[in-house]
């Protein structure tokens, strides 16, 4: 593993199709051993940074270092350092699991006994044991990205870029492949996430950076991002309609118009701003039978940073 503090660092990437300006001065910071997701809608330059990052293109201004190395100086020090696991499994379907791993095995030029033994222990992290003589043609698409991820770790890289990890699998699919990417960040790898679904940002990354027309429009982690969209309330729940009536008065809030026993409160959704609702309620003795928090979630705050209208499904292309 790269002992570097940043898996990731670029300064000023700059990256232009003709007269198309597609990244504009991008500034990145990845700390190692973390989770950085980077989402942006169709056209926003993503799919360019990550083939720059991984030494497919070459990018046409500013610094990039990948792993502690320069990547138009040092792309083979690059190479050998990272991973890039595709947004659709590259297993061999005529082989099997265990034939699989021994093929990337090969690749890597690694002796027989190791390769042999590596495979086993990966079969064994990825609960493939059982299915290791079967033909991939036969797995489930967990399965499959399961063993495309094994096959990803042969290399023994500090850094992975994930394209759309659970594309297509079941939600029992999809949070088996969640604890496996939390367990090998645990294990000190770095993983550059791009994924459509920003709920599975939400779920995975540390940081979260959003492109758009090619600048870096936001970057922090997802409860930031959130704080920075309007829209957070607290909902109040009052048993009957004397206390929603002294709520509203306390909170100097509108009663609503139906006839629901609740009160709406704008707030930036953080911890103070609780803790002041509840001060006044118990300064004026009103209780609520119940309270929640709407925050916004990544959704929101993908449509206010992108000024789009929907967001598209291939939300991060």
Wanted: net charge negative; hydrophobic share 40%.
């Amino acid at each position: 593993m790269s002992t570097h503090p940043f898996a990731i660092e670029t300064t000023g990437l700059r990256k232009s199709y003709g007269d198309k300006v597609v990244l504009d001065g991008v500034d990145l910071r990845v700390p190692a051993g973390t989770i950085f997701s980077l989402l942006g809608p169709n056209g926003a330059g993503k799919t360019t940074a990550v083939n720059i990052l991984t030494t497919l293109l070459r990018a046409d201004g500013g610094e990039v270092r990948v792993a502690g190395h320069d990547v138009a100086r040092e792309p083979d020090a690059v190479r050998k350092a990272i991973s890039v696991t595709g947004q659709f499994a590259a297993v061999d379907n005529l082989l099997t699991g265990w034939e699989n791993l021994l093929l990337v095995a090969d690749l890597h030029r690694l002796g027989k006994r190791e390769g042999r033994a590596l495979a086993t222990r990966l079969l064994e992290q990825f609960d493939l044991v059982d299915a290791a003589k079967v033909k991939a043609l036969a797995y489930s698409g967990g399965m499959r990205r399961r063993l495309d991820l094994a096959m990803t770790l042969v290399g023994g890289p500090s850094l992975i870029f994930l394209d759309e990890p659970t594309t297509g699998l079941d939600p029992r699919s999809r949070h088996s492949m969640w604890q496996i990417i939390r367990d090998l960040v645990a294990g000190g790898t770095t993983i550059f996430l791009t994924t459509q679904y920003l709920e599975e940002a939400d779920e995975l990354a540390d940081r979260i950076a959003v492109l758009d027309g090619g600048k870096l429009v936001a970057e922090g982690t997802a409860d930031e991002l959130k704080q920075r969209v309007p829209g957070s309330y607290i909902r109040l729940r009052f048993a009957d309609g004397q206390a929603l009536r002294a709520g509203a008065a306390a909170l100097a809030v509108p009663l609503p118009e139906t006839e629901e026993l609740t009160l709406k409160v704008p707030n930036d959704g953080g911890v103070r701003a609780l803790r002041t609702v509840l001060d006044r309620l118990d300064d004026a003795s009103v209780e609520a039978e119940e309270l929640t928090v709407h925050t916004p979630d990544l959704d929101d705050v993908f449509l206010a940073l992108t000024d789009r209208k929907t967001v598209p499904q291939g939300a991060t292309r």
